[in-house]
């Protein structure tokens, strides 16, 4: 029997999980363990054992498809493009935004975004990371002057002390949740902070819980806790940081019992996760969207920085700030600057110097140092009919993106719109046009995880019918509204990657060969002699003068607060058999697993509104309403109620708020608005 083993990275999460596709008469048939892979030692999660379910469904996308009087029919690659060029060139650079994908390789992202700026036009291109670790990627930058995760996950189990805050990493990032698992057998007090009491809270040694959105306030009194007691560590304050002075007068107001109203979590607990932490050798933070997906996400994240700086617990294996990323390549979408202020390697949209050599390396003409929109700014343009134009690729808004009767309103708003994806999503009904395109399992390439490893995925059979690879596309229809085709001519995926590496100097010493290694490579990797860096700021921080900065903050709160009206506050989450919807959806074993979507509340909310478990019930915010099952337990904080992100038919985000933004990093508050619960016309 002819059957072969395709090494590769899953789909879904920025774990990074390898794995080996098993490939018979063409098709791909079932996973099998990458049992000597570093990341999950050929362990996987639910959505990486079924993710090949999805490859060879009959609700691919195989060819062009161009809507008519409402309808779509196929079209030929040449209609295709011909409408698409025509449309891209009839409008000012300014009226066209690209929203990028975060799942696909780093090498089709780099094309997509220098189709953008150079075909195009325009810097307005952005993708989910915005929605998810934007705070991250401007928070670390400004301590630490790098934007990423510190440590590697291997490094969790060298921890005496592990601080989860914001992450529910069992459920969504389950083989990052299985190494804190490990760290703790080790021996590692394990702590976690979340309003919810998650599967992995319940895995703690101590389980924190707190009001959500208060997360400033808790460390703050922790930080007070730590000065006042002296367990801070001076030396590394003294040499590796600055700004102290400013810290200490701030958290100086934030007494625990200060902290205590403003949190929920009484002064003497706050003052002994903060005793252990601090007395802790090796203690490591892990955190993800409870900690970002804030109006002040930004401020989280610095939060987290102050901390370990105070304490001296970064650059040393066991401790570090860890933010675990979402999407397989969002850290690699990041990177290849896909983003409206930054070129591959975060080099500045905004700095004339940049431009200069970018200009020059890619041979082009001035690209201009205004930054884009980014993508909560780009549906608000399309939706005052400012923005005309949009091209998304991979990325499904309708499920997503905050406020969907927003979403859809700027959506059918457009002049023109494309979609390139693998299914026809959500999203992609509202288009004009829909490219079909090639999934991971069809094509080469490079996939970033959380820690920075860069790993190469291989084709394993062909795609269907039609489908393109993503860069391909770019690179033809740039070739059709005349860029120079030198720009845009690439043999394979391995060439574009020689072009990243002469672009993105984290980049620069990586080559095929280095990466054919079952470990890859950690970014920063300067150059072929360099060993790569799985643990960062080991001497000094990123910043030019090499010190970290602390930033003091005060507590902000939610934007948008619970009143009358509205007397709780909706959080939403991610599942463990579900990565957004328009892949695990599509997964049979995944559906059956959690077919619908649900509201879990309070057992004391949920008696005095009458409502028992598994009842049908409304719930509205000043965006919108749906119907839901309640599911009634006490592991979720009164006056808070969740819904997991994934489902249409009865989505979390037509009540979330796209108008309460982090200033800072254009971040929507999905973690934390008002809402109301009521039970269904006509029940009892
Ligand atoms: Fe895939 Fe993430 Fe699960 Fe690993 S933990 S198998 S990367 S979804």
Redesign the pocket.
């Known amino acids: 029997m002819d059957i072969k083993y395709i090494p590769t990275i899953?789909p879904?999460?920025?774990?990074?999980?390898g794995?080996n596709l098993v490939v018979k008469d063409k098709k791909v048939v079932g996973v099998e363990p990458w049992k000597r892979h570093p990341v999950?030692e050929g362990k996987?999660?639910p959505?990486?054992?079924f993710?090949y379910e999805i490859i060879h469904r009959e609700d691919r996308l195989t060819t062009p498809l161009i809507k008519e009087n409402g309808e779509f029919r196929e079209a030929t690659w040449d209609e295709a493009y011909d409408l698409i060029a025509s449309k891209l060139s009839e409008y000012d650079p300014n009226e066209i935004g690209f929203f990028c994908c975060a799942r696909s390789p780093n090498e089709n992202i780099y094309v997509n975004q220098k189709f953008a700026r150079i075909a195009v036009g325009t810097h307005n291109i952005d993708h989910c990371a915005r929605l998810c670790h934007g705070p991250t990627v401007a928070g670390l930058a400004a301590s630490f002057g790098s934007g990423a995760m510190t440590n590697s996950y291997d490094s969790f189990e060298e921890a005496d002390l592990i601080f989860s805050i914001g992450s529910n990493s069992l459920e969504a990032?389950?083989?990052?949740g299985r190494r804190l698992m490990r760290a703790k057998m080790k021996g590692a007090y394990f702590i976690v902070a979340d309003p919810r009491y998650t599967p992995t809270a319940k895995q703690a040694d101590q389980y924190v819980p707190f009001k959500t959105g208060t997360d400033v306030a808790l460390m703050n009194a922790m930080m007070n806790v730590i000065i006042s007691e002296g367990l801070e560590d001076k030396e590394f304050i003294e040499k590796r940081t600055k700004n102290y002075e400013k810290l200490k007068k701030v958290v100086s107001k934030y007494t625990p019992e200060m902290a205590e109203e403003i949190t929920q979590v009484p002064a003497d607990v706050i003052r002994d996760i903060a005793r252990k932490y601090a007395k802790a050798d090796k203690a490591a933070i892990v955190y993800s969207l409870g900690i970002t997906e804030h109006s002040h996400g930004v401020d989280n994240v610095i939060q987290t920085a102050n901390l370990a700086m105070l304490t001296g617990n970064i650059g040393r294996l066991g401790t570090g700030v860890n933010p675990l990323r979402g999407q397989?390549n969002v850290q690699g979408t990041c990177d290849m600057g896909a983003l409206p202020t930054d070129y591959p390697g975060y080099q500045k949209v905004a700095d004339q110097e940049v431009m200069e050599d970018i200009t020059c390396t890619w041979g082009c003409s001035d690209l201009g140092c205004t930054p884009g929109l980014k993508i909560p700014e780009m549906i608000d343009a399309a939706a005052k009919g400012d923005l005309k134009v949009l091209y998304i690729t991979g990325e499904d808004p309708v499920i997503s993106d905050p406020d969907t009767n927003l979403v859809e309103k700027a959506l059918n708003n457009l002049d023109f719109f494309v979609v390139q994806d693998i299914f026809m999503t959500d999203t992609a009904e509202f288009a004009d046009v829909v490219l079909p395109a090639a999934c991971w399992a069809e094509q080469e390439g490079t996939f970033t995880n959380g820690e920075r490893r860069v790993q190469l995925i291989r084709k394993a059979v062909d795609a269907p019918g039609e489908a393109k690879y993503d860069w391909e596309i770019f690179c033809d229809l740039a070739k059709r509204m005349g860029a120079d085709p030198e720009m845009f001519t690439y043999e394979s995926a391995q060439d574009i990657f020689e072009e990243i590496r002469s672009v993105t100097p984290q980049y620069a010493g990586m080559n095929r060969e280095r990466l054919e290694r079952p470990e890859g490579l950690h970014w920063p990797c300067p150059s072929e002699d360099h060993p790569g860096t799985p643990m960062m700021h080991v001497e000094k921080f990123s910043h030019p003068d090499g010190l970290g900065i602390f930033m003091p903050l005060e507590e902000q709160g939610p934007m948008e607060t619970p009143d009358e009206e509205y007397p709780l506050i909706l959080t939403t989450t991610r599942i463990l058999f579900h990565?957004h919807a328009a892949m695990t959806r599509r997964s049979a074993t995944l559906e059956r697993e959690v077919p619908t979507g649900y509201v879990e509340i309070n057992t004391e909310d949920a008696a005095e509104l009458g409502i028992t478990n598994k009842e049908k019930v409304k719930v509205r915010s000043r965006r919108g309403e749906i119907e839901i099952e309640a599911r009634v337990t006490d592991d979720i904080l009164k006056g808070i109620v969740n819904i997991p992100m994934h489902f249409r038919e009865c989505s979390a985000n037509v009540l979330t708020n796209a108008a309460a933004i982090d200033p800072k990093s254009g971040m929507p508050e999905y973690k934390a608005c008002a809402v109301a619960i009521s039970k269904m016309e006509g029940s009892n």
Not at 12 to 17: L, M, N, Q, W
Not at 173 to 176: E, F, I
């Open positions: 899953c879904y999460c920025g774990v990074g999980c794995m999950n996987l999660c959505k990486g054992n993710c990032h389950p083989l990052v397989n990565y």
